[in-house]
């Protein structure tokens, strides 16, 4: 974690950007909900930052697939230095994990198919793990590559996160070392970025595809490198070549609906309207790259309207920007800061609209609520939220402006609280599968039987959504719970059940 700045700032005028543009950015995104972050770069220079409470400028968020993006960078560097070529066969690269007699389709897939998403497999071949996620001493390489081939490589492409762990596998065996640790001499100090973690395999190969922690301006540091062929000063970090190389369209990837998902694929990059190219991750985690205006973006966000915020920062900014001399190419954290960037105070995630307390608010109060579960409520496949489909019981009580939510998962266990602001967000902490996670809350009564609760998880795209209706001749003798996730990998319907008061 850094508070550190890394990048130079600047107003948005210096650099050629209309701000009227940037407020509408902003209210844009202020409307899709869930946003916690943006910052916007011209010619290197910071003139855009804002963050949405409860998220702060020096808090890591998981990035998903933006990871993908770096394990391709890390992949250039280690074909600047002779390492390994694109065209080399996978199964010469990790021999150990290939089956013995491999088919034809398996023993023709290369670097460039896992790179490209073209490796020939069906569907995302992550699915063949999560039998073994955390199993120790599994090999998600060998289960993989156990996987069938349907197409020949390089003529389909299917999004593929198992394409890419193979990727880090094959770069964690050249070079001995996890992926983390072979980035950060050659990649992240030189761009000042300390604090970064990765996700490991039980093996303890970094994912690759998933599972990098950066913060937005670590991200923003990232795009701006990118935009500058690989160059930082007076160092090639990444050789230009590559950069080119990995952010053009290598391959077509529609058809899609959405028009800047069926612009080309390049080396584990998306390429946009514009001429721009994008890092991308789940829920809205993005880093757009404008080559001809010199402009980069970065949004992390816990939302399915992905779409929509990429559709604003392409349509919004591209013509807000006039030219203005850019400086020569280097490492702008070397030029000092031209003034300060737009910014708007006072942004926050939505919470729960309503009061503090009601009449009914004030019956239930401190009361447990045993629980039996309806049918039907689900987990996403990914776990979140895991443990609040086992709750045994629920209660509320009322500190002031504060609403505490408790919990139990079972007859016997401790109760769970999270204390949660009465129309503002208080920071806290839950055990949840015995690990206290760090969390953000807010309630209010939206109705007179009716509490919201929200719990955000600091650093995640993820948030909880909880409504408790009371009923009961007006005394709120019973409740109706129900759970939800606001993103997932699968279901968002965690719980559905019926308490009684005791």
Not at 182 to 187: D, E, F, K
Request: contains cysteine; negative net charge; aromatic residues 8%.
């Amino acid at each position: 974690m850094t508070t550190t700045r890394l990048l130079p700032r600047a107003t948005p005028e210096s650099q050629g950007v209309d701000p009227a543009a940037l407020t509408r950015l902003v209210e844009v995104l202020d409307e899709i909900h869930d946003v916690h972050s943006l910052m916007v770069l011209r010619h290197g220079r910071v003139v855009a930052e804002a963050w949405w409470d409860p998220f702060t400028a020096d808090e890591p968020h998981r990035m998903y697939s933006v990871s993908k993006s770096v394990t391709a960078t890390a992949v250039g560097i280690a074909v600047g230095e002779g390492l390994l070529t694109v065209d080399d066969r996978v199964v010469d690269l990790l021999p150990d994990d290939a089956p013995e007699h491999p088919d034809a389709h398996l023993a023709a897939m290369t670097v460039r198919d896992l790179l490209t998403m073209t490796s020939g497999h069906a569907t995302d071949t992550m699915s063949f793990t999560l039998h073994n996620l955390h199993r120790p001493g599994s090999s998600w390489a060998r289960d993989i590559l156990a996987a069938p081939v349907t197409y020949e490589p390089g003529t389909r492409f299917v999004y593929d996160t198992g394409a890419t762990y193979l990727v880090a596998a094959i770069l964690h065996r050249l070079t001995g070392q996890r992926l983390l640790d072979y980035l950060t001499p050659r990649l992240f100090a030189p761009l000042g970025i300390t604090g970064a973690t990765w996700e490991q395999c039980p093996r303890g190969i970094d994912v690759g595809g998933y599972g990098l922690t950066l913060t937005t301006e670590q991200l923003a540091t990232l795009g701006q490198l990118w935009s500058q062929r690989g160059r930082w000063g007076d160092d090639q970090l990444v050789d230009a070549s590559w950069v080119d190389e990995m952010t053009s369209a290598q391959v077509p990837n529609g058809p899609d609906e959405n028009v800047d998902w069926n612009q080309g694929y390049g080396y584990q990059f998306w390429r946009c309207r514009f001429g721009a190219f994008r890092a991308d991750g789940a829920f809205g985690q993005f880093a757009v790259v404008r080559p001809d205006l010199d402009l980069v973006v970065v949004l992390t966000s816990g939302t399915t309207r992905t779409a929509e915020e990429l559709e604003a920062v392409l349509e919004l900014l591209g013509p807000a920007c006039t030219d203005v001399p850019s400086s020569a190419p280097g490492a702008p954290s070397s030029v000092p800061d031209g003034g300060a960037p737009f910014t708007l105070d006072e942004l926050a995630v939505a919470v729960p609209g309503g009061s503090a307390s009601t009449l009914v608010g004030a019956m239930v109060e401190g009361s447990e609520f045993l629980l039996q579960h309806h049918d039907g409520a689900a987990v996403d496949e990914g776990g979140h939220g895991r443990a609040f489909l086992r709750w045994h019981s629920v209660a509320v009580r009322h500190d002031a402006d504060v609403i505490e939510l408790s919990w139990t998962t079972g007859a016997h266990g401790s109760p769970r609280t999270v204390r949660c602001g009465a129309g503002h967000w208080v920071r806290g902490s839950v055990e949840l599968d015995g690990e206290p996670l760090p969390v953000a809350a807010a309630a209010a009564w939206t109705a007179h039987d009716t509490l919201v609760a929200r719990m955000v998880w600091q650093g995640t795209p993820f948030a909880l959504d909880v409504t408790l209706q009371f009923g009961g001749d007006g005394e709120g003798r019973h409740v109706e719970v129900a759970v939800d996730q606001n993103v997932a990998f699968g279901p968002t319907a965690l719980l559905r059940a019926t308490g009684l008061g005791v």
